[in-house]
């Protein structure tokens, strides 16, 4: 007997295949981990996107946010006015999980591919090149990532719609997934 096309001989094989296929990235085993409080300076600067002071101070929390960080206090600096500003800047601190030391107290944590800017840009982030290649050099740093992506073609005046940003950060592993 046929079922769409495939015999029942392959069923077996393709359902075992979408159970592993289905498992989630923390099913690995755990990473001991800590947090750390991290402190961080960012001054963006552009010659084709530019940021007011609460719209970086928005961005960058939030990018801080989506890789995990904890405790997160942005403010703003090096700002003059309002409007868009040709250097607008931000301090940060924050807390991230880094990989913890033998015998060290630890929660457990797992690698998680966080993609910050995804290459199928809106309108609203096509701009987002400088800003990724940045983040990428001056920020992520404070996080121990891992498989690191970025393409960027940033061109001044140029807008790229291209722009790819992902990196493998630490997350701690939900309770009823740790010993699993």
Known sequence: MRIRGLSRSVLPVLATLSVLLSVPAWA??????????????????????????????NQIENMLLRLGARDVHVREIGCAGIGPQSSPGVDATLQVLVPAAAGQPHVAAAWRKVVLISGRASLEQAGDCDLAAQFRHKVLPVF?????????????????????????????????????
């Open 28 to 57: 690995a085993p755990p990473v001991p981990a800590v947090w750390v409080r991290r402190h961080v300076q960012f001054f963006y600067q552009s010659f084709t996107t530019r940021f007011t002071c609460d719209g970086l101070r």
């Open 144 to 180: 121990p990532a891992r498989d690191i992506v970025l393409r960027a073609s940033c061109v001044p005046h140029l807008i790229d719609i291209g722009t790819y940003l992902s990196a493998d950060v630490l997350f701690p592993v939900p309770p009823a997934h740790q010993g699993r």
